[in-house]
Structures are given as C-alpha cells and as structure tokens.
C-alpha cells in the first residue's frame, strides 16, 4: 500500500516544466469595498490575484454639444441611481462527504466524514452587519480494534461588526489566521485549532471560531489588528478511541513525545482531564502593504490553542493550555512573477516535557521561508516552505530540540479547468518524517468537486508522520456549498 501511494505521489510531483516567459504578472492585494459583505471563515490574509488581462477597447461617441441636445420629448429614461439596499444572505457554506480506508490501521479499517457549516448574514446598513453560523461535524470509524462514531454541534462565525471608514469593529465568535505562510504561520496566535482530522485539510479548515473582540484600523498603506479572548476555548480535540487522537492508548504514545515504558503504561491507564478556563488573552498586529514589499509585526500573550499534556497525580494527563509570550515579523515580497515570504518568531514559556515527565519551560526560535510561483502561466501552482524550529534548553527533554524541514504544495488544472491534480507535501532533513497527500479532482461541475485523495505518512517516533504511520489513508470525497 505505501509503494501504490509513493508511486502514484511522486507521478504528481514530476509536473512538466513550462517557459518563464509565460509567467503571469505579480498579483495585487484585493481591495474589500466597505459595502461588500465578506466571504465566510474569511482571514486576514488575502491571496493575491494575477492581474486580468487588459479588455480590448470599446468606441465610445463623442459627447455631444449643446446645440446637438435632442428635444424633451425624445431624451431617453435613465434608471434613478438608488441608495443602499440592505442584504440578506444565507445557505451552507461548506458540505463535505467522505468515505475512507485505512489500509494499515489496527484500530480501524475505515473512517468516513460528514462536515457542514450553515450561515445567515444580514447587512441592514452601510455600516452593521450580523452573522450567525453553525457546524455539524460526524465521523464514523469501523472494522478494528476502535470502532467509534461521533456527532459533534458547535458554532460558527458568529458576530456583530461595525465599520466606519477605515475603523472596524466586530464582536462574537470569529475565525482570525493572521501570517503569511500557508501551512504554519508562525504569527497565528489568535485561532482555535482544529484537529479532528488531524492535517488532512488546508489551513482555513483547520481553524474554528473563537470568541474574540477585534478593532482594525487603516492608515493608509498601514493597518492595526488588535484582539482580546475574552472566554478561551482551546483546540477542538477528536475523540479518544478516532486515529486522529494526540493520545494513542494502543501504542501508549503522546503526539509530540518520545516514547517510554513509563510513559506508556501512564498513557494505558491514565484518566484524561482538560482545562480551558479563563479567557485567552491578547494580541496586536501591524502590517504594511506596498512597495517594496509588505511586511508584518506581531506582538501576542495568548494562550496556546494546542494541548499540552502534563502529568499529575491519580495517574492522569490533564490537557493543559499555558500563556505563551510572542514576537514575530514577517515579509512578502512580489518579483518577477516569484512571490517570496518569510516570518521569524521568538517565544516564551514554552512547555515541554523532562525525562523525569515532569513539565518544564522554555524558549523558541522559528523561521519560515516560503516561495511561490505559477509556471505554465497560471495553470500551474508551486508553494515551497523551508521550516526552523529549535528549543532553547540544555535540560534532556523527550521532545525534538530542533527540526528542519520542507513542506509545500503543487497544483495543476487541466482539460479545460475541468481537472485538477495537487500533491501536498512534508519532510524532515535532521530526522525521517514524511507526509506525501496526492488528490485528483473533478471540478466542471461548480461549485461540486468530486475527489480522489490519499494521505501517506511515515516517520521517527517523535515525528508527526512517524506517530500516524499506521493511519495512512485513501479517501474518495464529495465537496460543495449551495
């Protein structure tokens, strides 16, 4: 099963060349008119457009004179020009059925999704606007050791926002993916994470609504983002018995940790708590758009949304999310058809885990280099990210001090736009971890995209691919919004 799926990865991966003089020209920050209404689960990172090709110019008579003014009686009825309408919207922004394997799990054979989010927008006036979402997500997971099925209600993006000018305000739960690099910005500090489905999904779909108070501020080229997390709510967990869990009772092992027979028999018997009170804390942002290029300051208390898992007595490992202090800049830059991005963070009070498995914390350091291009004139896409992590401790710990890695995707349409082919990817350099995400899809039919997916994962034990190495997974899917 893991050759059939390297096999058919690596077909993706060789995509044919094409010529640079093909390249499309450097796309530019959409502009968000103050009267449109947002797409749903919008970030504040905005992909950038190739610019439209020129239309061919259209004659257009000369005005006319005033003594060339027809008569009253025959000048034509213009519409009146009518002031703002309000605007109601609603329907399902997100419906996804899929239907898996799992060749290589004991837990399980198969593992099917159902995932839906619903919306009602309102805008009354140039100036209000109301949202309410809501989400159902269902996994059914069968034929092994672990059969589970599980139906989970929560809400969507939920808020009340208020614009004038260049001022916005807007209040409730709310999905907010601040930085530049598409698969781990290291200036995402306000979002829930999602991990039901582990890395299955792009970013955006790894992300839930958070409660949160935002203002952003334009100053011409120059905008603030400031948010409070008034309720925390952590990162939305898969249940214990679902492949996807950080917690794997049948191999005793914790995602992120390197295992031991202490750790082991802890993790078999162990009750598992969470705490999430209190509220989340806050964060600012700058950016600056133009030339030369836009960059980005971050600066964030906030408490992580990823679980850290720390032993107490009883035996049990209670979920835990500590502050973390962060200061980030990021960058992006628009040459030549090539977009490149880069984010460098620093951050405090990190936890990790002593030989002893007693908690301690520390420091760390995190780069990102990112490289975008369209060759083949835009029907071809290629993101390619280089990424740094190192703690900063001399103590044994039994997570990875340091990783470096790749990661990226590339993407094609062809016969018409009508097919599209991509392949995600993630490597390490100083340890083996790999994740190879080949997809075929089917997309005439719009908004309907038909699919055929896998997700092949291998790796060292404290590696995100060596941890699902026996959940490597072929799914066929349904995606839609009506």
Known sequence: ????????????????????????????????????????????????????????????????????????????????????QPALKFGIDDLLLEAGALPDAPEADTYSTLRASAYVLWQPSRNWEFRAGARLDGMVQAGGSADHDEMLADYGDTYVRYRNGDTRLTFGAQTIIWGRADEIPLADRVSRADLTRFSLDDLADRRRAQLAARWEQSFGDYKLDAVWLPLFRGAQLPDLASVWSPINRTTGQVLGIAPSPVLAALVGAARIDEDEHGSGGGAIRLTKTGAPFDYGVTLARTRQSLPYYRVDAGPSLTAIHPYNTFV???????????????????????????????????????????????????????????????????????????????????????????WKAALRFATGFNVHDVYLGPKFSYVGWEPQELYIAAHYFDGESRTLGGFHQDHSLVTLGLRTKF
């Open 328 to 418: 980030g800049a990021d960058l992006e830059l628009v040459s030549g058809g090539l977009t490149w991005r880069m984010e460098l963070g620093y951050t405090d009070d990190v936890p990790v885990t002593l030989a002893t498995t007693a908690m301690d914390k520390t420091q760390s350091l995190d780069w990102i280099g990112a490289l975008e291009f369209f060759p083949g004139g835009g029907d071809t896409r290629v993101n390619l990210q280089l990424v740094a992590h190192a703690l900063q401790t001399d103590q044994d710990i039994l997570e990875l001090k340091e990783y470096y890695g790749a990661n990226g995707e590339i993407e094609t349409t062809f016969g018409q736009g009508r």
């Open 1 to 84: 099963m893991k050759k059939l799926l390297l096999t058919l990865s690596l077909s993706l991966a060789a995509l044919p060349g094409y010529a640079a003089d093909d390249l499309p020209l450097p796309r530019t920050d959409a502009q968000e008119a103050p009267d449109d209404l947002p797409p749903p689960r919008a970030t504040t990172r905005k992909p950038r457009a190739a610019q439209p090709e020129a239309a061919p110019a259209a004659v257009t008579p000369q005005a006319s004179t005033a003594d060339e003014l027809p008569p009253p009686t025959a000048r034509s009825r213009r519409p009146v020009a009518r002031g703002f």
